[in-house]
């Protein structure tokens, strides 16, 4: 998937099940591999943001990412954000990094 990092930001971004989970906020590039490696999303639906003890922000793995058009579509986030990590991401490597990014 290759975009213009500007059509990524203000998006807003649902999960594949339907579920919105808030508003694309940044792109955090690797410079290295030349690739996008995460997305901090603002705005987040009280869901995630009372899950994150008021956070008002969230990194998620680039990879995550399914479709980009008028919206972001992203795979499913695990039920339970307390967990570092669920056991099938744990396999591919991947987390859900909780931070206060825009404190």
Do not use: C
């Not at 669920?86 to 931070?99: F, I, T, Y």
């Amino acid at each position: 998937m290759e975009s213009e990092l500007t059509n990524l930001l203000d998006l807003d971004v649902y999960t594949s099940n339907g579920r919105f989970v808030g508003t694309t906020e940044d792109i955090i590039l690797n410079v290295d591999e030349k690739n996008a490696s995460k997305i901090a999303i603002k705005n987040l639906n009280t869901i995630y943001s009372d899950q994150l003890e008021g956070s008002e922000g969230i990194l998620l793995p680039y990879r995550w990412v399914l479709a980009v058009e008028d919206i972001m579509l992203i795979k499913r986030i695990p039920e339970d954000l307390n967990l570092e990590e669920d056991e099938e991401e744990k396999e591919e490597g991947g987390e859900v990094e909780r931070k206060k990014l825009f404190e």
